[in-house]
């Protein structure tokens, strides 16, 4: 994503936080957003390569972007704002694979490079840097954080761990910090965090509503939302935290379905979460104004009903 200031009428020297500018999300240094109004779905249960986008701001259904370089279901995803990146997954074992796009081109992946443990149902959170990697599973959970620097292609590296080893947590950023919600393992109502640009251990931040594990995590930059997920029976609540507060949930308001693995991904404005389970799958994609609380609504429907896939947003 570019971000082009005239220097003559224009004063950005003074904001704070992340907001937007003549329409394209910065942060207080002017980075720009790895936010984007092109939001990606790929992957799919049974294993599928189809990379699918929707246009956030447009309600309206899913269309074809091209094909991961491997088919795979249970991926997550993140991006820089210009480049989408998907990793992990299971095809008929764990796979360690991160594929690329550039997310304003429709088209096929390429091979990023190699995780450092192969697995599916991690989360993925990133900035306009840096993309983690966090938890999974491959014989069992895993407390694994794993990063790349997005712009250059090679493998992960060891960033650090979770609190617990953790399987379906539900990943999201701001320009500073990377949050991981719920999961399946002891304690499954945590939310962690890191600071993204310093290696090290996840370091707890406040608690979900309820425990609960499959969750669907998106972003405006300052607040985090988290919808859906397994606690017993298949949520439709939406709830939220400030990324840069820690503390416990707040009720946001509901999905039109409740459903488990959805995938979520947003701009500045708008988040969305397409398919899930309800219990079986479904192609519904829902949307919130994130920085207003309230009941999701319906966006579209996806390519075909769907679980397990992997989103990011940019451009």
């Known amino acids: 994503m570019s971000l ?6 224009d004063d950005i020297s003074n904001l ?12 207080g240094d002017n980075t720009p957003s790895p936010l984007g109004d092109r939001g990606l779905f790929a992957g799919a249960s049974g294993g599928s390569n189809v990379i699918q986008y929707v ?21 997550t995803g993140c991006s820089n704002g210009s480049r989408g990146v998907f990793a ?29 443990v192969a697995r599916d149902d991690a989360a993925g959170a990133s900035n306009s840097t840096r993309g983690l990697f966090a938890g999974g599973r491959d014989s069992s959970n895993l407390d694994v954080i794993d ?48 600071t993204i640009s310093t290696l090290g251990n996840a370091t ?19 607040r985090a939302i988290h919808a859906g997920g397994y606690d017993g029976t298949r949520s439709n609540v939406i709830q939220y935290v400030t990324i840069d507060t ?28 397409g398919g899930g389970n ?17 009941n999701a609504t319906d966006f579209g429907n996806l390519l075909s009903s769907t679980t397990d896939m992997g989103a990011c947003s940019g451009d």
């Open 16 to 27: 704070t936080g992340a907001t937007t500018f003549n329409g394209v999300a910065v942060g």
């Open 4 to 9: 082009t200031i005239n220097h003559q009428t």
């Open 204 to 222: 707890d931040f406040g608690d979900l509503l309820a425990a609960i594990t499959a969750g669907g995590a998106c972003t405006n930059l300052t």
């Open 278 to 294: 309800s219990p079986t799958t479904v192609d519904v994609i829902d949307y919130v104004t994130i920085a207003s609380t309230g």
């Open 55 to 75: 246009t956030i701001p447009t309600p309206g259904n899913a269309t074809d972007f091209g094909d991961m370089t491997v088919s795979r279901s249970g991926l």
């Open 147 to 194: 990063y790349i620097t997005i712009d250059t292609a090679g493998n992960a590296t060891d960033f650090g761990n979770l609190i617990a080893a953790k399987r379906g947590v539900a990943g999201t950023a701001s320009l500073t910090r990377a949050l991981f919600m719920g999961g399946e393992s002891a304690s499954v109502d945590t939310i962690q965090y890191v």
């Open 246 to 273: 820690t503390g416990n949930a707040t009720d946001f308001g509901d999905l039109t379905v409740g459903r488990n693995s959805a995938a979520a991904s947003s701009n500045s404005t708008r988040g969305i979460f």
């Open 88 to 116: 992990g997954g299971y095809i008929s074992t764990f796979t360690d694979v991160i594929d690329y796009v550039t997310i304003a081109n429709t088209g096929n992946a390429t091979d990023f490079g190699n995780l450092t």
